[in-house]
């Protein structure tokens, strides 16, 4: 009799250990659980509160622009790590023609080779050097003696060890679609080449559209023998025009004869667009 008061005890000691091990396991998971709904509930707070400071404005994401020629420097802000570049070097000038022979004209000048909003690695607190290229001088009939005056090609603008070419200035025979600017990374795009003319009549329209132009612009409009620039950050300059050019953009050619004497603009100057 005592053997089984004893082995009853027992049994009942092991099963009143193993209800107090299943309640720890319980337990132990009604505290997971608890601290997992903590854990969401201050993440929908955080998310809530982000979303708050976006509608208010609070929240912006960093834009710094060098749109004028020269040299400048970066600093790298303490915890970024990549940026996202855009870049174009600077725009060639259209030429001047200054006689009427069907085989003369003003070409414009070809856009700056670019970069098109690619991400880029930095290091914290390093400072970068920063070289913004100007666009091609505007030319006149005064200055030369020949049948047409050659437009002038954009400086270079160059950042975190990438370059951006000008682009070309304009020609007075030939092929109005002068050589592309290239720059010195894989990162850089072409620049858009001077254009016949964005127009359905031109003979050249559907390459303008191809070469002429960028995601941000189209190319110029023709004159009579005179062509338009190649697009930049913005469109490209129309034939004898006399509107600012957009940066990267290339300047219209222009009809520099006696009786008219135009000359053509400078190219835009190029542009650096840093976001972070």
């Known amino acids: 009799m005592n053997v089984l008061k004893v082995a009853t005890k027992t049994l009942q000691l092991a099963i009143q250990t193993a209800i ?62 990549a940026v996202v570049l855009t870049m174009f070097g600077g725009g060639g000038s259209g030429a001047v023609r200054t006689v009427t022979e069907y085989a003369i004209f003003g070409g414009g000048g070809g856009g700056g080779a670019y970069v098109d909003k690619k991400p880029i690695k930095v290091i914290p607190g390093t400072t970068y050097s920063l070289i913004v290229g100007a666009g091609g001088a505007g030319v ?3 200055d030369g003696n020949g049948s047409y005056i050659y437009g002038r090609t954009g400086g270079a603008t160059s950042a975190f060890g990438i370059t951006c070419n000008g682009g070309g200035g304009g020609s007075g025979t030939g092929n109005p679609f002068i050589t592309r600017a290239r720059g010195n990374s894989p990162l850089c795009n072409k620049g858009a080449s001077s254009s016949a003319g964005f127009s359905v009549s031109s003979e050249f ?29 913005g469109d490209g300059g129309d034939a004898n025009g006399s509107t600012p050019i957009a940066n990267g953009a290339g300047s219209g050619g222009a009809n520099g004869i006696p009786s008219v004497n135009r000359a053509s603009l400078k190219g835009g100057d190029g542009i650096i667009i840093i976001e972070y």
């Open 140 to 142: 006149s009939s005064s």
């Open 20 to 81: 107090d091990g299943v309640r720890g396991v319980v337990d132990g998971i009604k505290t997971t659980t608890d601290s997992t709904k903590t854990g969401v509930d201050n993440l929908n707070t955080k998310q809530d509160s982000l979303l708050l400071k976006i509608q208010n404005g609070a929240l912006k994401q960093n834009v710094e622009v060098f749109d004028k020629p020269g040299t400048y420097t970066w600093k790298c802000p303490d915890g970024v790590t």
């Open 205 to 233: 329209a559907a390459t303008d559209v191809i070469l002429a132009g960028t995601r941000f612009g189209l190319p110029g409009t023709v004159g009579d023998r005179e062509y338009g620039g190649g697009a930049g950050f």
